[in-house]
């Protein structure tokens, strides 16, 4: 007998996903007893551990992740099968940043939605992107800097150069590019530590032996935005932004383009090849 119901998976599904019986079971209409019943035999018949207790709560073994994959990839495998039964298309999720949803696939996304495929984004940085991609709760996701792991499928999106955003009377304002020596003494508006953006530009500053200082500290692009625009401290941010009035944005010709790619998992490549073509601007 194949222990891998429907039923048994997907209720497995639900729970990997609140890793709460209490929350899974409400989210499922079933009493707690009942899901924590069905969870047991699925885990006894398959011979392996599926989750286990910690400090915090719960988490998943190594198999339940993979039995949560699955049950994630069963899932949007249903929906849809039953949106072209009813002659619709299904939802796509797409993971990006913030500022990546905003000036990078903004008009993707417009195109989506002109083609009529209904989508649903999830804001996340870098990691947390990748780790919703291979656990199947995304479809395709945006990211920027390094490739992605070569488990993953992907293509490129956009390239921008790196640019110093300046008040539009600030000495360096008029000048056609920068380099890194012409920040030296600058105050600037940066990200917290340890975000990529902050990191990179350290290295960078740092190997070129220019002296700053942090003037604020704030995440997302339109943040560090918006404070450079109160006057607190020039800024670096990517060329995809729309610098407000009365800033100027001026190429840093020694700092290397940040690529935005389109990731996804080739286990989903057939289910989201036109949404793909769409945010890239291609015919599907």
């Not at 073994?61 to 899932?75: K, V």
């Not at 656990?135 to 990211?143: H, K, L, M, Q």
């Not at 300046?166 to 975000?195: K, M, N, S, W, Y």
């Not at 932004?241 to 935005?260: M, S």
Request: with cysteine; net charge neutral.
């Amino acid at each position: 007998m194949n222990p891998l119901r429907a039923d048994a998976v997907h209720a497995f599904g639900v729970f990997a996903d609140h890793l709460s019986f209490t929350a899974a079971a409400e989210a499922l209409h079933l009493s707690q007893p009942s899901l924590h019943t069905k969870v047991r035999k699925l885990q006894d018949a398959l011979g392996v551990p599926l989750y286990e207790r910690h400090a915090r709560g719960l988490r998943l073994t190594p198999a339940g992740e993979r039995l949560a994959l699955h049950a994630r990839d069963a899932e949007r495998r249903a929906q849809d099968v039953l949106a072209d039964l009813h002659a619709r298309a299904a939802t796509v999720t797409v993971a990006a940043g913030r500022g990546a949803v905003r000036w990078v696939v903004a008009d993707g996304l417009r195109r989506l939605a002109d083609a009529g495929r209904p989508f649903r984004v999830v804001t996340a940085q870098r990691d947390d992107a990748l780790a919703d991609l291979t656990s199947g709760r995304v479809d395709v996701a945006v990211v920027a800097a390094d490739p992605p792991p070569r488990s993953l499928r992907s293509a490129p999106l956009a390239r921008y150069p790196q640019v110093l955003v300046v008040p539009t009377d600030h000495p360096l304002a008029g000048r056609a590019q920068v380099h890194l020596r012409d920040l030296d003494g600058l105050a600037l508006v940066v990200p917290p530590e340890g975000r990529p953006h902050r990191t990179a530009l350290e290295h960078a500053l740092d190997a070129a032996r220019v002296t700053w200082s942090p003037a604020a500290e704030v995440d997302g692009w339109d943040l560090l935005l918006q404070l450079a625009s109160l006057g607190l401290g020039a800024t670096v941010v990517n060329g995809c932004v729309q610098v407000p009035d009365g800033l100027r944005a001026v190429p840093v010709a020694d700092l290397p383009p940040v690529r935005y790619a389109l990731v996804w998992r080739p286990e989903r490549e057939g289910l989201v090849s036109d949404a793909i073509a769409a945010l890239r601007g291609e015919s599907s």
